[in-house]
């Protein structure tokens, strides 16, 4: 797996801390796993790929190109996993932001040049990782994809024992639902290149505190051996 992104953001007192105390090994994953997208719609995107100080203009909540940039490699992960049967479940919130720009009493920013059909249309999971169908799609009213959802139910009933988790924003959503995943003891992976934020700090250092205490934080080039290792399998079971 290559090296981890997060150390850049570290003080020399935390990267001590970490040589002597830090996780050195993953935990691992189970023999049946299920991929959970979180929150990909367009108005943490936009509808075109612009750097994020530009696209910000238009849709406040925007990643800009780092989001488009993890998208493209969800794209990937995706694939890889419909290949190998890996049940797929998207996650989107019941409102995407749109209305909740305006936060512990700052400034509304402007949102006049947004239509209703675009902020209709910024509710919508983005054409690149749509649902296909057969698909189970939440929409959840938190952050965590797990409160108040079925999502647990489902994953229960088709015997999941590991979820691996791609999305928005990794110190927001991302976070919540891998902190839930663990309380309910899911053995939880992120795929680093296939979560993205609003802004670099936050999105390293919670990878790191991820990667420490609820997850195996992993690259996309051990995201997709591990399905097809199960993938592999799962094809041996039935033939046998």
Known sequence: MSKLSWYDFMTEQDKAHDELLGKKELAGFGATPALVLIDIYYSVLGFERLPIMESVQTWPMSTGLEGWEAVDHTVT????????????IHVKGLHTGVNSWSRGGKKRRDVSKLTEESIRLGREIIDEV???????????AAASAFHGTPLLFQLVSLGIDTVIACGETTSGCVRASVVDGATYRFKMGVVQECVFDRTQASHYMNLYDMHQKYADVIDLSYATQYFDM????NEQTVSA
């Open 77 to 88: 992960l995706l694939a890889s996993a419909r290949k190998n049967g890996i049940p797929v």
């Open 130 to 140: 749509k649902p296909l169908s057969g698909e189970l799609v939440i929409e959840k």
């Open 230 to 233: 199960i993938g592999s399998r």
